[in-house]
């Protein structure tokens, strides 16, 4: 038996602003929402990337612990990281300095307005400019 796909789904205390921001400023679009009359599920999507977004009750989310999310990283894989960076960095994103690691990735990050930690990686093979 083959696994076709993993899609994580991120518990998010707002799930509108959410959407606007994976949609307007990440550009995912939505594949799917659950819900009336408020939506409290959905799938989003870009190229070959799924995410499904969920808005639990805000007891549940009171339960998580303060600085769960500090340790939960969604790494994605673009084609053209440099372009992928300064877009958004024109955009005005909050996005950390484009690096090359040790391990061989040029990467970034940004947190979404939950706090989850998007990291977008390629292969690189130029010379570090951290050593971690």
Same mark, same amino acid.
């Given at each position: 038996?083959?696994?076709?796909?993993?899609?994580p789904?991120?518990?998010?205390t707002?799930?509108k602003?959410?959407?606007a921001?994976y949609?307007d400023?990440?550009g995912?679009h939505?594949?799917?929402?659950?819900g @009336?009359?408020e939506?409290?599920?959905?799938?989003?999507?870009r190229? %070959?990337?799924?995410?499904?977004?969920? @808005?639990?009750?805000?007891? @549940?989310? @009171?339960t998580?612990?303060l600085?769960?999310?500090?340790f939960?990283v969604?790494?994605?894989y673009?084609?053209?990281?440099?372009a992928?960076?300064a877009?958004?960095?024109?955009d005005?994103?909050?996005?950390?300095d484009?690096r090359?690691?040790a391990?061989?990735?040029k990467?970034?990050?940004?947190?979404?307005? %939950?706090?989850?930690?998007?990291?977008?990686?390629?292969e690189?093979?130029?010379?570090?400019?951290?050593?971690e």
């Amino acid at each position: 038996m083959k696994l076709t796909a993993l899609i994580p789904m991120l518990s998010v205390t707002d799930l509108k602003r959410s959407i606007a921001f994976y949609r307007d400023k990440l550009g995912f679009h939505v594949i799917n929402v659950f819900g @009336e009359p408020e939506p409290k599920w959905c799938m989003i999507g870009r190229d %070959d990337i799924k995410i499904m977004l969920n @808005e639990p009750p805000r007891e @549940e989310m @009171e339960t998580l612990p303060l600085h769960a999310k500090n340790f939960q990283v969604y790494y994605l894989y673009p084609d053209d990281i440099a372009a992928l960076h300064a877009a958004w960095k024109d955009d005005h994103l909050a996005v950390t300095d484009l690096r090359v690691t040790a391990y061989g990735m040029k990467e970034f990050e940004l947190r979404d307005p %939950d706090g989850y930690w998007l990291w977008f990686g390629q292969e690189s093979s130029d010379p570090p400019t951290v050593h971690e």
